[in-house]
């Protein structure tokens, strides 16, 4: 049995105001409780952070961003710091999600993004993943390997307990394909293999995404390697949410 706790994290994406990021926020709090079996987090847009924070004050629920700049300040019209981030009260950032990743960040941007957020203070939860074409050209390891070596560039050992990786095969995201559970603990044990290179991979968290919902939430972290999840749509609504974070204990 793996002493990792687990962490179930809801990357709202492009979804919820901040009344409505409040209203969600104080729905699942009162769904979850306050000892859950896992971390629990919630991943609002930037401008719901402050809300989302606010009504989750107390709770046992952390609040995350979904990207943050690697830069502390300047020209960057349309970006936020770690500062701004944590100042709205949340203590973490998603960082080269695939979707993130196609708007343009590149792995340079990644490896500095991880390295000053955890700077910063901010949990970091840096997302890989492979796209079919890749794993349909029996690519895939190469492909994570790359993305977490090059993601992890600036990190040193004594960052373990400010990192998680999470693996979101592209082509599982927002498609109802789900990975299997095989699929999953192969790419999971892949990733805290290659990380382990640089922190120490029997504490580090890895998570599994990709089309999460209740019904195979708990198969797919039963897998000796997949420490929790990264949902995206089953994280909008709070009782699907509360059923993931009920699975993951
Ligand atoms: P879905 O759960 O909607 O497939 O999204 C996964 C994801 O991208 C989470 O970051």
Redesign the pocket.
């Known amino acids: 049995m793996s002493t990792r706790r687990p962490l179930v994290a809801g990357?709202w994406?492009m979804h919820k105001t901040g009344p409505e990021a409040r209203e969600f926020c104080t729905a699942l709090a009162g769904l979850v409780g306050d000892a859950p079996a896992a971390d629990v987090a919630v991943?609002p847009p930037y401008t719901a952070l402050e809300a989302s924070a606010e009504a989750l004050a107390g709770s046992p629920i952390a609040v995350y961003a979904q990207n943050v700049h690697e830069n502390e300040k300047g020209a960057h019209t349309g970006d936020i710091s770690s500062a701004m981030i944590l100042a709205t009260g949340a203590q973490g950032a998603?960082v080269g999600?695939?979707?993130r990743r196609a708007e343009g960040d590149t792995d340079g941007q990644i490896a500095l993004r991880v390295r000053n957020a955890i700077d910063a203070g901010l949990l970091v939860v840096l997302?890989c993943g492979e796209s079919l074409d890749t794993r349909k050209a029996g690519e895939t390891e190469a492909w994570v390997t790359r993305q977490i070596r090059s993601a992890l560039e600036h990190v040193t050992a004594s960052d373990i307990t400010s990192l998680v990786i999470?693996y979101?095969p592209i082509w599982?995201?927002?498609?109802?394909e789900t990975a299997s559970p095989v699929q999953a603990q192969e790419a999971c044990a892949i990733v805290r293999r290659v990380a382990a290179e640089t922190v120490d991979g029997e504490a580090l968290r890895v998570l599994y995404?990709?089309?999460?919902?209740p019904a195979n939430a708990a198969e797919l972290m039963a897998q000796p390697d997949v420490d929790g999840a990264?949902?995206?749509?089953?994280?909008l609504e709070p009782e699907s949410f509360a059923a993931i974070v009920a699975a993951a204990g």
Do not use: F, M, Q, R
């Open positions: 990357n994406k991943c998603l999600h695939s979707e997302c999470a979101e599982a995201i927002g498609t109802g995404g990709g089309s999460v919902s990264l949902v995206g749509g089953a994280s």
